[in-house]
Structure formats: structure tokens, C-alpha cells
């Protein structure tokens, strides 16, 4: 059993910067971040594989965002930069402990989830 302890996030107006933290308590393998707005489904941000070979974004993010991880701490990172209103959401982050053939993108390779940290943006 593998805990994900999510920090950071608040609020920040348009043009501002924020870091999302997500420690995990064991070791893992890939591990991502989604976030889900009121009333939308939740929705694929960024992946980042335990080596950090493979990296993905959603294509909305316009390099605006950056994920990376330290494995020494068992910690992913979310850096995201030139925040606009449309960002405002609860910010999730996942990992993998096994590979279970899904992509990347889909909520459902993922094994263990954080408790949700919200990011609201404003105009």
C-alpha cells in the first residue's frame, strides 16, 4: 500500500505560479497529475515515467506546466506557470505500481491517488 500525500496549491491570480508536491510513501513507478473543475470529468495534465525518460502533457497546457520528480524522496512535482482562471480545479496526483497496460492519460493505470489539493485562479 502506497500513500500519496499532495501539498501546495491556493490561490493565485491570472499570470501567477504555483508548485503542487506529492510525496509518496513507497517506492513507485510512473506517476502523473489530473485535475477536475466543478461539473467536468477529471482530466489527464502531465506524466512523468520513474526515470523521467518519457514525459507527457496534455496538449491545453501550452507549455505552461512542468513535472518533474525527485526519486531520492519519493516526490513528483507539479510547477505550473502563467495560471489562468481555466486552471482553477482540484489537482490530483497518481502513481503506478504496476504497469497494467493503460495509457498514460487514462485514470485507470493508476493504482493510487492523493487526497486532491485545490487551485483556484483568479481574473
Known amino acids: 500500500q502506497v500513500q500519496l500525500v499532495q501539498s501546495g496549491g491556493g490561490l493565485v491570480q491570472a499570470g501567477g505560479s504555483l508548485r503542487l508536491s506529492c510525496a509518496a510513501s513507497?517506492?513507485?513507478?510512473?506517476m502523473a497529475w489530473f485535475r477536475q473543475a466543478p461539473g467536468k470529468q477529471r482530466q489527464f495534465v502531465a506524466f512523468?515515467?520513474?526515470?523521467?525518460?518519457?514525459?507527457y502533457y496534455a496538449d491545453f497546457l501550452k507549455g505552461r506546466f512542468t513535472i518533474s520528480r525527485d526519486n531520492a524522496k519519493n516526490t513528483v512535482y507539479l510547477q505550473m506557470n502563467s495560471l489562468e482562471p481555466e486552471d482553477t480545479a482540484v489537482y490530483y496526483c497518481?502513481?503506478?505500481?504496476?504497469?497494467?497496460?493503460?495509457?498514460?492519460?487514462?485514470?485507470?493505470?493508476?493504482?493510487?491517488w492523493g487526497q486532491g489539493t485545490q487551485v483556484t485562479v483568479s481574473s
Open positions: 512523468n515515467s520513474r526515470s523521467g525518460s518519457k514525459t
Open positions: 513507497g517506492r513507485t513507478e510512473g
Open positions: 497518481a502513481a503506478e505500481v504496476n504497469n497494467n497496460g493503460a495509457a498514460y492519460y487514462n485514470a485507470l493505470r493508476y493504482d493510487y
